[in-house]
Nanobody, 121 residues
């Protein structure tokens, strides 16, 4: 079985920083992409940041210059460093991975359990 386990999150004041992590484990041949999505109450889930292939990154316009996505390939772990946090960043953050499982030639999409991030004074 493949699992994505998230850690981090919590309450932080505006202007503060927080780092999220997500580790993928199981029978994985390769991970094609990993990313972070978030969903605020009453809103659709949106892409925050994505890391594809050898290192191509994409960011939502609202987080450019403030958030940084990175990965540790040896640990199958992706991180999201969040700086200069704003109240509008408050949401549940979900880790996502597109990967090839052992014994298949097919991409599978997995989600982490979600982590609450609250930015408030």
């Amino acid at each position: 079985q493949v699992q994505l386990v998230q850690s981090g999150g919590g309450l932080v004041q505006p202007g503060g920083s927080l780092r999220l992590s997500c580790a993928a484990s199981g029978s994985i041949v390769s991970i094609n992409a990993m990313g972070w999505y978030r969903q605020a109450p009453g809103k659709q889930r949106e892409l925050v940041a994505r890391l594809i292939g050898a290192g191509t990154t994409n960011y939502a316009d609202s987080v450019k210059g403030r958030f940084t996505i990175s990965r540790d390939n040896a640990k199958n772990t992706v991180y999201l460093q969040m700086n200069s946090l704003r109240p509008e960043d408050t949401a549940v953050y979900y880790c996502n991975a597109a990967l090839i499982r052992s014994g298949t030639n097919t991409l599978y999409n997995y989600w982490g359990q979600g982590t609450q991030v609250t930015v408030s004074s």
